[in-house]
């Protein structure tokens, strides 16, 4: 198993553009958490999902949402973007939905101008 | 709300010497304290939790409630050991979700 994945790797978008990133559970996990970091913070939550219903949001605006998919990958996307969304986001994924095991990927790094 | 705080940023150790990252946490409930790590072009990844109370890679970390702190030790630190450290706090009442800390680059010298 090569682990959660996610797409793209990087990407540039400008100011009051549209963006969706997306993510791959591992195998049998059904839980995907969202999470922003931007450079110099550590993680900040976004979103969980379980079983394709969401469980959690963190303090981020209506801009973003996400969805998952019955294969329980995700989508993150977000609507127009600010300067101050440039960050790396990155994906967990969990086998329950209520678990702290969680396995996170590489990111996607997010650049807007 | 919950917070971590995470109060250096960098720490800077020779090899052998011990290592101390400090964590502070505010929650009013019973809290669960973890230990992340990202080595150098690897992904984040779970070092250790309070709960299970023990040792990873010669890491230790007690949860010490009334100081609401939860520092990470280990005795004698080694270079492969240089990495970012992040504390997270989680509530099981919000799912998933963990509250992360700054962060604290360790940086073992040889």
């Known amino acids: 198993d090569a682990g959660v994945t996610q797409s793209p790797t990087h990407l540039i978008k400008t100011r009051g553009q549209h963006v969706t990133l997306r993510c791959s559970p591992i195998?049998?996990?059904?839980?995907v958490s969202w999470y922003q970091q931007v450079l110099g913070q550590g993680p900040q939550f976004i979103f969980q999902?379980?079983?394709?219903?969401?469980?959690g949001r963190g303090n981020f605006p209506d801009r973003f949402s996400a969805r998952q998919f019955p294969n329980y990958s995700s989508e993150l996307n977000v609507n127009a973007l600010l300067l101050g969304d440039s960050a790396l986001y990155l994906c967990?994924?969990?086998?329950?939905?209520?678990?702290?095991?969680?396995?996170f990927g590489p990111g996607t790094r997010l650049t807007v101008t | 709300a919950q917070r971590v705080t995470q109060p250096e940023k960098l720490l800077s150790v020779f090899k052998g010497a011990p290592v101390e990252l400090k964590c502070n946490y505010s929650?009013?409930?019973?809290?669960?304290l973890f230990w992340y790590v990202q080595y150098s072009r690897q992904r984040l990844q779970l070092l250790l939790r309070?709960?299970s109370r023990e040792s990873i890679k010669g890491f230790t970390a007690d949860l010490n409630k009334g100081e609401t702190s939860f520092h990470l030790k280990k005795p004698f630190a080694q270079e492969e050991d240089s990495a970012m450290y992040y504390c997270a706090l989680g509530v099981k009442a919000a799912g998933n979700k963990l509250t992360f800390g700054g962060g604290t680059r360790v940086l073992v010298k040889p």
């Open positions: 309070h709960i």
């Open positions: 195998s049998g996990h059904k839980s």
């Open positions: 999902y379980y079983e394709k219903e969401e469980r």
């Open positions: 967990a994924s969990s086998l329950q939905g209520v678990s702290y095991e969680q396995y």
């Open positions: 929650y009013s409930g019973s809290p669960e």
